[in-house]
C-alpha cells in the first residue's frame, strides 16, 4: 500500500465503526474504515432489530449495517474490505497489516466487537437467524406462543429464560451440569415459573431441521431424548474479538479490552469502541454511542491537548 498516513483507521464495520467513521469524517479527519466483511458486524445476523431508535416498524440488521456504512461514506470515509492480520499500536504512525497491505494512521479506533460463543456443532451457522439465536432480548418477540429452549446455565441463560417465558407457550432450560452457574436471585423465579423446564445434565448433541429449526437432540440422560422446538437460544457467553491486541493492551479477566466510557486505551492515540470494550449494556446504540465519543478523544489526541 502507500505510504500515507491517515489521521484515523478504525478496525471493524458494526455500528460502533460505522458511527466513529462517521463522526471522524465529519471532523475533516482523514479517516479509513476496515471491514473484513460487509458492514454491519453482529446486526447483520438477525432479521429484525426492534430496539434502535428511528425505526418505527423495525429493520433488519443487514439494511441498518449498509445504511450507516453509507451515511460515513457520504462524507468521504474510505472502505477497506480486508482482514487486519497485525496492529503496531505502540509506533508513531500507527501500523495495521492487512491482507491486503500496510495502513499508516496517527490514531486507531479498534471496534472489532464480540461474538457470542457458539456451541460447535453440525448446522448451527446455517440455522442462525432461522430457529437459531443467540440474543433473546433481541429476537425473543419472534417466538411468540411458541416452544423454544435455551441453552447455559449463567446468569444472561436464566435472565433469556425469564424473559422468554413471558413470550413463549413453553421454555425448556437445558445445563449440562446439575445446578445453575446463574445467582441464587433467578434460582426461585425459575422454579416458579411454570412454562419453565429444566433440562439439568443435558448437552446439545444434534440440530434437526427442514431449513429452519424443528428440534434438538439431547444427551446425557439415560436415553437421548428429541425434544420439538421452534426456536433455540444459545446463551453460554461472548467471546471478544481480542486476539489481535493481546500483549500490546490491558484484557479484562473475561477477555475485553479495558477502557471506560471516554474509550480511552493506556495507549495514546488508541481507543476502544463497542463490545470489544469492557462495559455492562452491549448493544447497538451503546455501541455507536462510543464511536462517537472516541472521536471526540482522537481529535483531542490529535491536537495535542
Ligand atoms: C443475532 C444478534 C441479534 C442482535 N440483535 C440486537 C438488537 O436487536 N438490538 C441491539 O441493540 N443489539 C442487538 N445485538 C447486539 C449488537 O449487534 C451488538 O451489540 C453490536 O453489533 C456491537 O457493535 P460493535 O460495532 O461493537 O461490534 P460488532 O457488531 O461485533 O462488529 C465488529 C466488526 O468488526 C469486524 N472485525 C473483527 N475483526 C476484524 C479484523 N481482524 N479485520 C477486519 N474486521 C474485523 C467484524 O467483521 C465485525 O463486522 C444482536 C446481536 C446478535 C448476534
Do not use: W
Not at 416452544?147 to 407457550?169: H, I, P, T, Y
Not at 477477555?255 to 447497538?284: H, M, S
Amino acid at each position: 500500500m502507500t505510504s500515507k498516513i491517515y489521521d484515523t483507521v478504525i478496525i471493524g464495520g458494526g455500528p460502533a465503526g460505522c458511527t466513529a467513521a462517521l463522526y471522524a469524517v465529519r471532523a475533516g479527519l482523514d479517516t479509513l474504515m476496515i471491514e473484513k466483511f460487509s458492514a454491519g458486524g453482529q446486526m447483520t445476523q438477525t432479521r429484525q432489530i426492534d430496539n434502535y431508535p428511528g425505526f418505527p416498524e423495525g429493520v433488519d440488521g443487514f439494511t441498518l449495517g449498509d445504511l450507516m456504512q453509507k451515511g460515513a461514506e457520504r462524507f468521504g470515509c474510505g472502505v477497506l474490505r480486508a482482514e487486519v492480520l497485525s496492529v503496531g499500536l505502540r509506533t508513531d504512525p500507527k501500523r495495521i497489516v492487512t491482507d491486503s497491505g500496510e495502513v499508516l494512521s496517527r490514531t486507531v479506533i479498534l471496534a472489532t466487537g464480540a461474538d457470542h460463543r457458539h456451541l460447535g456443532i453440525a448446522g448451527e451457522e446455517a440455522l442462525i437467524g432461522r430457529g437459531v439465536g443467540y440474543c433473546a432480548a433481541c429476537d425473543g418477540m419472534l417466538y411468540r406462543g411458541k416452544v423454544v429452549a435455551v441453552v447455559g446455565g449463567g446468569n444472561s441463560a436464566a435472565a433469556d429464560a425469564l424473559l422468554l417465558s413471558k413470550l413463549c407457550r413453553k421454555v425448556y432450560l437445558i445445563h449440562r451440569r446439575d445446578s445453575l452457574r446463574a445467582a441464587r436471585v433467578y434460582h426461585e423465579p425459575l422454579r416458579n415459573t411454570e412454562n419453565i423446564e429444566f433440562r439439568f445434565n443435558r448437552q446439545v448433541k444434534e440440530l434437526l431441521s427442514d431449513g429452519k429449526l424443528t428440534g434438538v437432540v439431547l444427551t446425557g440422560g439415560e436415553e437421548e431424548e428429541t425434544l420439538p422446538l421452534d426456536g433455540l437460544f444459545i446463551s453460554i457467553g461472548r467471546s471478544p474479538v481480542t486476539s489481535l491486541f493481546r500483549g500490546q493492551l490491558p484484557l479484562s479477566e473475561d477477555g475485553y479490552l479495558i477502557a471506560d466510557e471516554t474509550t480511552r486505551t493506556p495507549i495514546g492515540g488508541v481507543f476502544a469502541v463497542g463490545d470489544v470494550r469492557t462495559k455492562t449494556v452491549r448493544q447497538i446504540v451503546t455501541a455507536a454511542a462510543d464511536g462517537a465519543v472516541a472521536v471526540h478523544y482522537a481529535e483531542e489526541y490529535l491536537a495535542g491537548t
